[in-house]
């Protein structure tokens, strides 16, 4: 009798660097190219450049980072499935018209089609961060679920108008940081914040790590 094929392993980090990689190849590849003591402000060559290679590189880091998922993780998430195509089209437009706006503009874009969903399903009576996460999140009561998914409808609205304030104030070089290290840092204290009210509503502490290791991203 042939034996049931092992599960692939759940692991923490490989969850990280797919989900956070793409985004730091970006940040060091354009800290790579970009001319030196310039950051991208006008109609700067070498700084529009730097821009293309960097996201020529973000986009090749997102491909990896799809067959990573997929080979160590066994699945590609539909929210993986969702920025990875938002990060081409968006990418595509960056390297074909030299113009930072539009790998800019893609977390906006991101954080308000989250939105968008999962106020759509609130209105509905449902949750839709469930259907997304529902073995993660095993035992969470149905409150639990409708609480969750109103909570990240809200941080990502707050993300888009960020988002939007940051790259209207900042160079694109201190927008790319307040990016990386501002906005994910955000992402991982907001999600730390969900897990007393998922505690009270079921999450038991085994899955409360792994809310802690997996927040969503864009």
Do not use: C
């Not at 930072?100 to 999962?118: E, G, H, N, R, S």
């Amino acid at each position: 009798m042939a034996e049931a094929p092992s599960p692939k392993p759940k692991s923490s980090w490989i969850n990280l660097a797919v989900d956070y990689g793409p985004l730091l190849v970006f940040f060091l590849a354009y800290r790579m190219f970009s001319p030196k003591g310039d950051a991208y402000g006008g109609a700067d060559l070498g700084s529009a450049v730097a821009v293309t290679k960097s996201t020529l590189a973000f986009m090749g880091a997102t491909v990896v980072a799809l067959i990573v998922s997929k080979w160590r993780l066994g699945k590609i998430s539909p929210m993986l499935w969702l920025s990875t195509a938002l990060i081409m089209g968006f990418g595509t437009l960056t390297v074909l018209l030299g113009d930072p706006f539009w790998i800019q503009v893609k977390p906006t874009a991101i954080y308000l089609l989250f939105a968008a969903v999962l106020f759509g399903g609130l209105w509905r009576g449902k949750a839709v961060l469930r259907t997304l996460l529902q073995s993660a999140f095993d035992g969470l009561s149905d409150e639990g679920w409708m609480k969750l998914s109103r909570n990240w409808a809200f941080f990502f609205l707050f993300l888009a108008a960020l988002n939007e304030v940051l790259r209207h104030t900042l160079s694109f070089d201190g927008w790319l940081q307040a990016k990386l290290w501002g906005v994910t840092g955000l992402s991982f204290l907001f999600t730390f914040a969900q897990i007393p009210m998922l505690m009270r509503h079921g999450l038991g502490e085994e899955q409360a790590d792994t809310v802690e290791q997996n927040p969503p991203h864009d």
